[in-house]
Each structure stands twice: as structure tokens, then as C-alpha cells.
């Protein structure tokens, strides 16, 4: 495994741990902050798999 792939796991597990989840609610309703904030666990979820 690649220390670029660690690093996305960790900062995964940190998000899991720290973050509120988004997935329950409408995407498409919620605040800009909230919206950037979903984007941002995504890409990270997306880089660690």
C-alpha cells in the first residue's frame, strides 16, 4: 500500500470519527457549507479506496 493511500485511510477514519454524516439527508437541499463539506468526505472516501 502506497503512503499516499495511508494517509487518505487515516484521514478517512479521522472524518468517520469527527465529522457529521450528510448521507441521510436531501444533497440537493443542503447549505453551501454543508454541500462543500460532503464533497470533501467524498473525494477523501474516494481516494482511500
Known amino acids: 500500500m502506497t503512503v499516499r493511500k495511508r494517509a487518505f485511510r487515516l ?16 444533497l440537493a437541499r443542503l447549505s453551501t ?3 462543500l463539506l460532503a464533497a470533501y468526505r467524498y473525494w477523501v472516501t474516494r481516494n482511500a479506496l
Open 11 to 26: 484521514l478517512a477514519a479521522l472524518n468517520r470519527a469527527v465529522l457529521p454524516k450528510q448521507w441521510h439527508r436531501d
Open 33 to 35: 457549507p454543508r454541500k
